[in-house]
């Protein structure tokens, strides 16, 4: 069975400045796909970046980019220029690409951002 | 981007009563729909996923009694909690992909209260 793993449950970050969230993931499929979901007070869950686990490019959506390494089965997300809106719940979360949207997720790590 | 949407977005019923939660895929079709449980501070957790037409199929330790799912078109699923009970309310969410992108789109969520 898939696993994903955050060992961070609580993160924080000064306004402007750059955090990194970690995620790490077990499976044995080689077609897959990783997804940094956040979730903020209003529950809403919102896509913040996916990465096709066939394509070496790391995936990036303007401050948010992502370090996919493959053979480590690590997947750790880095938002620069810490914004207060950012503040929230981010998950980690894998899916096989030929089951796309039944997805795993990680248990979250609630992000903090200090004015 | 696509929306889907939840309806209520909080319930309160009585124990012994039961309560359905309605998902749809406002501008998609959505052949395959998932339903997520989740508690405060915590992941979500997979219950069960619904495609259009055939029965549900549900995670291990989901009772399908109990959880009745029905996905009657590609824009509407349904999830009936029956006989709740307490220890059932939780945050509720569903999430649509889209039959041509095989993206996901997550509903806002159901706040169920059992009282």
């Known amino acids: 069975a898939q696993t994903v793993t955050q060992s961070q449950p609580e993160m924080s970050v000064q306004e402007a400045e750059t955090v990194t969230l970690s995620c790490t993931y077990d499976t044995s499929e080689s077609d897959y796909y990783l997804f940094w979901y956040k979730q903020p007070p209003s529950r809403q869950m919102i896509l913040v970046i996916r990465q096709e686990a066939y394509k070496q490019q790391n995936a990036t959506e303007n401050r948010f980019s992502v370090n996919f390494q493959k053979a480590a089965k690590s997947f750790s997300l880095k938002i620069s220029d810490s914004q207060l809106g950012d503040a929230a719940m981010y998950f980690c979360a894998y899916s096989l690409r030929t089951n796309a949207g039944k997805s795993t997720f990680g248990d979250g790590t609630t992000l903090t951002v200090k004015p | 981007g696509a929306v889907v949407s939840q309806h209520p977005s909080w319930v309160i019923c009585k124990s012994g009563t039961s309560v359905k939660i309605e998902c749809r895929s406002l501008d998609f079709q959505a052949t395959t729909m998932f339903w997520y449980r989740q508690f405060p501070k915590q992941s979500l957790m997979l219950m069960a996923t619904?495609?259009?037409?055939?029965?549900?199929?549900?995670e291990q330790g989901v009772e399908k009694d109990k959880f009745l799912i029905n996905h009657a078109s590609l824009t509407l699923s349904t999830l009936t909690v029956t006989s709740a009970h307490p220890e059932d309310s939780s945050f509720y969410i569903c999430s649509a992909r889209d039959g041509r992108s095989y993206e996901q789109y997550f509903g806002p969520g159901t706040r169920l209260t059992v009282t």
């Open positions: 619904s495609n259009e037409g055939s029965k549900a199929t549900y």
